[in-house]
């Protein structure tokens, strides 16, 4: 899904410093807000024309903010994004958005580099979801250096001077997870699995947390293995069904990453949904199916679409000469019964 306005013309900045106005100003009139006059909209007419963009035919300048919304990740996630990116796309005709997908056991980094310096090229800002990897890390410095804001969603890459992140503060959401394990398991000794997929600090944080709260409080419960499951159902399934059959039962499951089906299918065909708690991430409709058989027993999730709607704020703002800062937003848990 592409959309582009094509505009490779002045900044904002650049017109209201020829038209000696300030960039709020200017962004009213680009977006046709109400309460400009009509001298002030000339003179930001007269400016464009200077610097050599064009207005349409209705007197509307011919210059939309171009926004490429790049997401890389499993492809359950993939649809969620896609879904919330689509909608808020269709709510917002004077953004010239772009949208591009790629799953994750499809990436090459060199090949994901490319494509973020080439939306880099065409757009005034990037909205980010991927993982954490030097190549990743130096296509989006030389971004930032071009003068496009980049805001990641979800996962961070402070390695890469990202202009910011918007999304759950991940220790804390790990820590929540390894706190609800504890809380819910049986004051005995027992193993945890735990589900990972690529280099994603999202991940990693999650991880981080987990463990901390697990020794800080639950000292009792044992971290045994990591399994890598590539955010895909049937990795997913095919792993945990191997370690099932090569390894006592587990008190509890950790699933950081995607796959949740897979999980579920092979804790159902050993016959251990009742006995392992299962705590995972991202509401879908398969994850609220498996609430409800009670074959997952807590959903961590997030507001996708509020943080596209974060994320497309600040870099207003930016683009008005305002500040931003990192965003973060809540932390929602499901069960077969509510959210909190």
């Known amino acids: 899904m592409t959309e582009k306005s094509g505009w490779k013309g002045p900044t904002i900045a650049t017109i209201a410093e020829e038209a000696g106005l300030s960039m709020a100003t200017v962004d009213r009139v680009l977006n046709a807000r109400p309460g400009v006059r009509e001298v002030t909209r000339k003179k930001v007419m007269l400016a464009i024309q200077r610097l050599g963009g064009q207005w349409d035919e209705g007197g509307t300048p011919a210059l939309r903010r171009r926004i490429a919304f790049i997401c890389e990740s ?27 997908s790629v799953p994750n056991v499809q990436v090459n980094t060199d090949r994901f580099s490319q494509l973020i310096a080439r939306r880099a090229a065409e757009s005034d800002a990037l909205l980010l979801v991927c993982r954490d990897d030097v190549k990743i890390n130096r296509a989006v410095r030389e971004a930032i250096d071009n003068g ?10 402070p390695n890469s001077r990202r202009t910011a992140y918007v999304g ?13 394990m504890g809380r819910m398991l049986p004051k005995r000794p027992g193993n945890i699995l735990l589900i990972f997929s690529s280099t994603y600090r999202t991940q990693e944080e999650r991880e981080v947390g987990f463990r901390r709260a697990l020794r800080a409080e639950f000292p009792h419960l044992t971290v045994v293995e990591r399994v890598n499951t590539n955010d895909e159902s049937e990795s997913s ?39 392992v708690l299962f705590i995972g991430h991202e509401l879908s409709d398969y994850t609220r199916t498996l609430l409800e058989t009670g074959e997952m027993d807590i959903v961590l999730g997030h507001d996708i679409q509020r943080e596209i709607e974060l994320g497309v704020e600040a870099l207003g703002r930016l683009r008005t000469g305002g500040q931003i800062q990192n965003i973060h937003t809540p932390l929602l848990i499901y069960t077969r019964y509510a959210h909190f």
């Not at 499993?74 to 004077?94: C, D």
């Not at 496009?148 to 890459?157: A, K, N």
């Not at 759950?168 to 820590?175: C, D, R």
Request: glycine share 8%; with cysteine.
């Open 237 to 275: 399934y095919q792993s945990v069904k191997k370690f099932l059959e090569e390894n006592p039962p587990m008190a509890g499951i950790y699933n950081m990453a995607g796959g949740n089906r897979g999980v579920a299918k092979a804790l159902t065909e050993k016959g251990l949904a009742n006995d």
């Open 74 to 100: 499993g492809t359950s996630f993939i649809s969620l994004v896609e879904k919330e990116a689509r909608r808020y796309i269709a709510a917002h005709p004077e953004i010239a958005f772009s949208f591009d």
């Open 168 to 180: 759950l503060e991940q220790i804390s959401t790990g820590a929540t997870a390894g706190w609800l």
């Open 148 to 157: 496009v804001p980049t805001i990641c969603l979800t996962s961070d890459l």
